[in-house]
Every structure is written in structure tokens, then in C-alpha cells.
């Protein structure tokens, strides 16, 4: 019977990000569901547009929640009451200039006044693929490193691969999260680049000879 050695290597590589995906909610409490809706499109407009004017892309906006609910509270003697309706709506936005970022945020915050949440922040790339590589090469050498050092333990040697396989990872850049309830003149926050991390993980089978 042949004798085989499996190993899994993981690495991952650095790079400065050049995007900002920043993750933006409108929410509305009023004392009507049409007051509560209506309201809440017009501050999402008005986020939109200063968004817009801040040097962000249509392609860049992205609207991905709607909701309209009911507030209820418990009165003595007369059960649950509709205290307020609330609708709430989310805009995922791609900023792809780092130093465009927090004037970006600041004119959103800005324009949403007490109806703006921020729910996160995330820094990232728009084109990953290099920095991937570079994390699967070092994933790959270091499988081969593991697999030399317990080939020779075993008193063997590496022969041909047999299989191959990429192992999922979860992970990447860590998003900031929070919640910002603003009624004033919004001052830019920075937002410090630093670098974002790609992780890469492969499965590798060689013959022992």
C-alpha cells in the first residue's frame, strides 16, 4: 500500500485597502405609517444626494432593506396601544477613494440629521485578486514546509502531489460597528486606512517515496 501524507497549509497576505463600503440606515418614528414612509423616503433622498454630491457613483449606492412596523406598548386597563410607527431603510455605499471617505460621511450624517444610523463601516479592495494570490502562494509553501518537516520525520521523502484542494476560510476586514443619532453640523470623522488581511487555506496530498 502506497504510503501518503496530507497537510493543510494556511497563510494570509496584507495590502492597504482602497475601498470604504460604509453602511448606512434611515429610521423614522412618526405618529402615522404613511408619515413614518414618507418621511423616511425623503431622508433617504436626502443621504442619497449628498452622498452624490460627495463624488460617490449611482453603481456605488445600494438600497437594501425596507421596513414598516408598528410600536406597541402595554397600557393599564386598556391593553397594547400603537404608541408609534417606525419604518427604517439601509443603503450599502462603495467609496473608492480613501481620502473622499469622511467628508463622505460627515455630508450623509449631515443630511439624514436625527433620522441617520451608522451600522458599519468596512474597508476592503475593489480588486482582490493579487493580494489573494500572494495569500494562496504562502498557503502553498507553507503545506510544502509542513509536509517536508513530517516526511522526514517519518523517514520518507515528498513524491508527486495527488490531490488539491482550497479549504474554506471565514474571515477579512472587521467592520466598525455603531449607531449615530445626529442633529448638527457633522465634522469629518477620519477614517484611518491601516492594511486589511486576506486569509487563504489549501489541502494537499503528496505520495511518501
Known amino acids: 500500500m502506497n504510503r501518503t501524507i496530507t497537510v493543510t497549509g494556511t497563510a494570509s497576505a496584507k495590502a492597504v485597502p482602497d475601498l470604504v463600503t460604509l453602511t448606512l440606515g434611515v ?5 402615522t405609517a404613511a ?17 452624490r454630491a460627495a463624488g460617490v457613483s449611482d453603481v456605488d449606492l ?9 410600536d406597541v406598548a402595554w397600557v393599564e386597563g386598556q391593553g ?21 471617505a469622511p467628508g463622505a460621511i460627515a455630508a450623509a450624517v449631515e443630511a439624514g440629521g436625527d433620522d441617520i444610523r451608522i451600522n458599519g463601516i468596512e474597508q476592503g479592495f475593489t480588486d482582490a485578486s493579487s493580494v489573494i494570490a500572494q495569500a494562496q502562494e504562502a498557503a502553498w509553501q507553507d ?24 479549504e474554506p476560510l471565514h474571515g477579512g476586514p472587521i467592520p466598525l460597528g455603531g449607531m449615530v443619532r445626529a442633529s448638527f453640523t457633522a465634522e469629518s470623522m477620519p477614517v484611518e486606512t491601516g492594511e486589511s488581511s486576506v486569509s487563504a487555506s489549501i489541502k494537499v496530498e503528496w505520495e511518501l517515496v
Open 27 to 31: 429610521e423614522t418614528r412618526r405618529d
Open 35 to 51: 408619515k413614518a414612509y414618507d418621511d423616511a423616503g425623503k431622508a433617504a433622498n436626502a443621504v442619497a444626494a449628498s452622498l
Open 62 to 70: 445600494r438600497t437594501s432593506g425596507l421596513n414598516l412596523r408598528a
Open 80 to 100: 397594547q396601544k400603537v404608541t408609534a410607527y417606525v419604518a427604517t431603510t439601509n443603503l450599502q455605499v462603495g467609496i473608492r477613494s480613501q481620502a473622499d
Open 143 to 166: 503545506a510544502v514546509t509542513r509536509a517536508e518537516q513530517y516526511a522526514s520525520l517519518a523517514s520518507a521523502r515528498l513524491g508527486q502531489v495527488i490531490s488539491i484542494s482550497q
